[in-house]
């Protein structure tokens, strides 16, 4: 069984995220990586949650029936979205 290494090219592990990504700012999708698909997967899922917030575990995005080429580009939603804890179809930074 391989495992799935989710990396995310607009800011490193410990840093700040950028505002763009934040509700802060324009609150635009991360650009993603994805590697060590298995070969027989048809789709990926996505969760993203902050299991710092201040309120508790936050979701973020939720995402479903994503290709499993493995990017997913800045400001895009190649999936179908489900609702986050904003109570949107969105990414909600």
């Known amino acids: ?12 592990g410990g840093g700040r995220i950028p ?3 934040t509700c802060d700012g324009a609150d635009v ?3 993603l990586r994805i590697q ?17 917030a201040p309120v508790g575990t936050w979701v ?3 995402l479903w029936n994503l290709p499993v080429h493995g990017t997913i580009e800045e400001d ?5 979205q489900g609702i986050n804890d ?3 179809r969105s990414y909600g930074g």
């Open 1 to 12: 069984m391989s495992h799935l290494v989710v990396t995310r090219p607009a800011f490193t």
């Open 19 to 21: 505002a763009q990504y």
């Open 29 to 31: 999708t991360l650009p």
């Open 36 to 52: 060590g698909i298995p070969e027989e997967a048809k789709s990926l899922v996505l969760i993203v949650d902050d299991p710092d």
């Open 60 to 62: 973020h995005w939720v």
């Open 76 to 80: 895009t939603t190649p999936g179908t």
């Open 86 to 88: 904003l109570g949107k």
